[in-house]
C-alpha cells in the first residue's frame, strides 16, 4: 500500500503515468487544471463549458479531472456523453469548503446514471477505474497512512494501526465486527483518520457498535453487504453531505431502518492546502456521544 494524497496525486502528470502503467485507457483526459494540461496531453477546459462539451465525440470513453470547477459545474453539460469519469480534486477551496462546512450533495446526484466511490488508498483508486463505469470520485486534500494513523490533537495520542492488505473484501474495510452488533455504524467517505480516532474510542465501549467503510455507494444495495451485517439491529450512516428526499429514497430500501448522523469539524483557521489536515480538528468525542446515543 502507498500512503499517499490522492487528491494532489491526481493533479500531477506522475498520475498520467501511473494509468499508463496500470493500462487504464480513455480516448481523452479533460481537466480544467492549466498547470497539469501544459505539461501532458490532457485537454484543458478552456472555452464556455456548454460550447466545449458540446464539441466532443459522444461515443468515446472520458476521465474529466475537476480541480477548481464543480461536479455539478459540469454534469448539466455531459449528459450526451456515454462513457465518463469524474474525479473531483477538491485541492483549494472546494477541500476548504468540505473541512469547514462537510455537508457536500454529491450523492444527490441521479445514482443511475453515475456510481459514486470512495477509494481509500492508490490501490483500491486505481482498481475503480479500471472498471471504467460512469463515476464520480470526490477526493479531499489531505494526507492518508499506510497502516498506522493518530490524532492531530496535542492532548491526546489515539493510535491504531490497520493493515489493509488484510482486508478480506476490496468493497468494504470493517474497523470494528462484534457480532450481531446493536448498532452498525456506516462512512463511505474516504476519511481513514477520522474513522480511526472513531473506532478507537468505540472498542473501549462494551455496547457491540459495528464501524464499517465501504468504498463504493452501490455497494450498500448488493446482496453481498446484505448478508455480511444481517445481524445487526440497527444501521447508522455517518453523512458529510445533505439528506434530501432523493438519498433517502435510496436507503430506505435496504434491509434496516436508517438513522443519519453527521460529524463536526472545527478550529480550521487557514485557507492554504498545506495546512487543511493539521488545523483541522475532527470532533471525534462529540461523534462517538452520538453513537452510543442510537445503541
Known amino acids: 500500500m502507498e500512503s499517499i494524497n490522492l487528491s494532489k496525486l491526481v493533479l ?15 480516448n481523452s483526459i479533460i481537466s480544467d487544471n492549466k498547470e497539469l494540461a501544459q505539461s501532458s496531453s ?12 458540446s464539441q466532443l465525440n459522444k461515443d468515446w470513453e472520458y476521465l474529466i479531472i475537476l480541480d477548481k470547477l464543480s461536479i455539478h459545474d459540469i454534469l448539466p453539460h455531459i449528459s450526451r456523453l456515454k462513457s465518463v469519469s ?16 462537510p455537508e457536500l450533495d454529491y450523492l444527490s446526484i441521479d445514482s443511475n446514471t453515475f456510481n459514486y466511490c470512495f477509494p481509500w488508498d492508490l490501490e483500491s483508486f486505481l482498481k475503480l477505474l479500471k472498471n471504467k463505469e460512469n463515476s464520480i470520485y470526490p477526493l479531499s486534500s489531505q494526507e492518508m497512512a499506510d497502516n498506522i494513523y493518530a490524532s492531530s490533537s496535542e492532548d491526546e495520542e489515539w493510535i491504531q494501526f490497520i493493515d489493509k492488505k488484510l482486508i478480506d473484501d476490496s468493497e468494504i474495510l470493517s474497523l470494528l ?12 467517505w474516504n476519511h481513514f483518520e477520522e474513522l480511526v480516532k472513531l473506532s478507537q474510542l468505540l472498542s473501549t465501549n462494551s455496547s457491540r457498535i459495528a464501524l464499517t467503510i465501504v468504498n463504493n455507494f452501490h455497494y450498500l ?46 478550529n480550521l483557521t487557514s485557507m492554504f492546502p498545506e495546512y487543511y489536515y493539521e488545523q483541522t480538528w475532527f470532533n471525534a468525542i462529540s461523534l462517538y456521544e452520538k453513537c452510543l446515543n442510537l445503541v
Open 86 to 101: 469524474i474525479i473531483s480534486a477538491n485541492s483549494s477551496m472546494g477541500s476548504f469548503w468540505k473541512k469547514y462546512h
Open 12 to 26: 500531477s502528470s506522475h498520475f498520467l503515468t501511473l494509468l499508463e502503467e496500470e493500462n487504464i485507457q480513455y
Open 221 to 266: 444495495f448488493s446482496e453481498g453487504f446484505k448478508e455480511y451485517y444481517k445481524g445487526a439491529k440497527k444501521i447508522a450512516f455517518i453523512m458529510d453531505c445533505k439528506i434530501n428526499k432523493e438519498i433517502d429514497k435510496q436507503l430506505s430500501t435496504l434491509w434496516k431502518p436508517i438513522v443519519f448522523i453527521t460529524p463536526e469539524f472545527n
Open 42 to 53: 490532457i485537454q484543458l477546459i478552456d472555452s464556455h463549458l456548454e460550447t466545449f462539451f
Open 177 to 188: 465486527s462484534p457480532k450481531n452488533p446493536n448498532l452498525l455504524v456506516i462512512w463511505f
